[in-house]
C-alpha cells in the first residue's frame, strides 16, 4: 500500500466512527433532550396559566394534564415505536389493556370544569403535548420513515392526493392509525406514572 491509499483508508476509518457516534449517540441524546425541553415549555404554560387563576392546581382534569406531560418528560427516553408496538402486541395477545384508560379520566374531570374557556385551553394543551409526543416518535423511527414513503409513493401512483405536502400528511395519519394512536402515547405516559 502507498502512502495515499493508507491516508485515504484512515481518512475513510475516522469519517466512519464519527458518522456512527453522531447516528448512534448524538443524535438520538439531542432528539430526546429536545423532546423534553419541548414538552417542559408546554407544562411552564399550563403552570402560568393555573397562577394566573384561570384553574385551580387542584383540579382533576389540571393534575391530570399535568402529570401526563411529567411522566412524558421523565420516560420520554422510553417512547418508541418499537416499545408502543410490543406493548400493543402484548396487551393484544394477553387480552389484557390497562386497568383504567387515560381518556376514560380525563373526559370527566374535563367536563366538570364549570368555565367552556378554561376547558378549550386545557384541550389545547393537551393536543399541544399529545403532537409533541407524537412527532418525537415520528423522527425517531427509520421504520417508519419508510413506511411514510413508501404510503406516499403509493398515494401518489394511486392518485389519491395532490401536492406534496397533503400526500404527507396523508401518509402519516394512515401510518399513525393503530398502535400509534394518541390514546396509545396516552396510555404509556398513564402507565409509566402510575
Known sequence: MTELQIANVLQLVVVTALSLFVLFRALPTYRVDSFRQKMFCVRDELFDFAVQGNVSFNDPAYVLLRQQMNALIRYGHQLTVFRMLMTNVINTVSQKGPKTT?????????????????????????????????????????????????????????????????????????????????????????????
Not at 394511486?158 to 401518509?171: P, S
Open 102 to 194: 387515560w381518556s376514560a379520566v380525563w373526559e370527566p374531570s374535563l367536563e366538570k370544569i364549570n368555565d367552556e374557556e378554561v376547558r378549550v385551553q386545557l384541550k389545547r394543551y393537551h393536543e399541544r403535548a399529545v403532537m409533541i409526543a407524537v412527532k418525537h416518535l415520528l423522527w425517531g423511527s427509520p421504520v417508519l420513515w419508510i413506511l411514510m414513503l413508501l404510503t406516499a409513493i403509493y398515494l401518489t401512483l394511486q392518485g389519491a392526493a395532490t401536492g406534496l405536502r397533503q400526500i404527507l400528511k396523508t401518509a402519516a395519519k394512515m401510518v399513525l392509525v393503530g398502535p400509534l394512536d394518541k390514546r396509545h402515547i396516552e396510555e404509556e405516559a398513564f402507565a409509566a406514572a402510575a
